[in-house]
């Protein structure tokens, strides 16, 4: 049973099909049975027309920021709606949205990052035979370092900060167009932005909390950057 916030995506191929509906209603059709009878909430539809071999495309794009924005679930009804190409797919996991396809619910973002658990295994392998090297090299009578502390290196910590930045820079480049549409409102002071996110249940860089003055000030100087 579906639970929690959802954004919808639908593709159809060809114009035609995008302007008869020609598949679309089936799609949505398709969503709205797999979420009912849940507690959830579908905060936005998104309607691509374009070709399955093409990797650009805008409303994707604006599903998935959608997606960031709500914390929300991207939806599909099929699978292939959103590529053929497993690489492109492979593109959602760095996106960093969770998705859910309703032919195949067990297809999501966890399956599609078989890689970097292979990645992940790979390097636990590594670790074990470094620690075996490094148990054998004490057996023989090495002396092996005394200091058990870590060191950051500068150029560490500031790949670290650089890090933390760009995914500030991120999450300020998904809230411009919010910002700007509550701005254009008439809303223009910190308290009145930071009380139309609250409205809007967009929630915090944390997700923790309401919107505060202060918040939203760190947010438009990231905006300034982004």
């Known amino acids: 049973m579906a639970q929690g916030l959802f954004v919808a995506y639908y593709r159809v191929s060809t114009e035609d099909q995008g302007r008869s509906g020609l598949g679309l209603e089936a799609q949505?059709?398709?969503v709205h049975r797999f979420l009912s009878g849940g507690d959830w909430t579908l905060v936005g539809e998104f309607t691509e027309v374009e070709s399955g071999r093409k990797n650009d495309r805008p409303m994707l794009e604006q599903a998935l920021r959608a997606c960031r924005v709500h914390r929300a679930t991207l939806v599909i009804s099929k699978l292939d709606r959103l590529s053929r190409d497993a690489h492109f797919l492979f593109g959602l996991e760095k996106a960093g949205v969770e998705f859910v396809a309703v032919d195949n619910p067990h297809a999501n973002r966890l399956t599609i990052g078989i890689m970097a658990v292979i990645a992940d295994e790979e390097r636990r392998v590594i670790s074990e035979r470094t620690k075996a090297a490094l148990g054998a090299a004490k057996e023989r009578g090495r002396k092996l370092g005394g200091f058990r502390g870590t060191i950051i290196a500068p150029e560490t910590r500031e790949k670290a900060l650089r890090a933390k930045k760009a995914k500030a820079d991120g999450r300020a480049s998904d809230l411009a167009p919010v910002v700007e549409e509550v701005m254009a409102s008439g809303l223009?002071?910190?308290?009145?932005?930071?009380?139309?996110?609250?409205?809007?249940?967009?929630?915090?860089?944390?997700?923790?909390?309401?919107?505060?003055?202060?918040?939203?000030?760190?947010?438009?100087?990231?905006?300034?950057r982004a």
Do not use: F, H, K
């Not at 009380?195 to 003055?213: F, K």
């Open 188 to 224: 223009s002071s910190l308290r009145e932005i930071a009380a139309a996110l609250n409205e809007r249940g967009i929630p915090t860089a944390t997700g923790r909390g309401a919107w505060q003055a202060t918040q939203v000030r760190r947010l438009m100087d990231a905006m300034t």
């Open 28 to 30: 949505r059709a398709s």
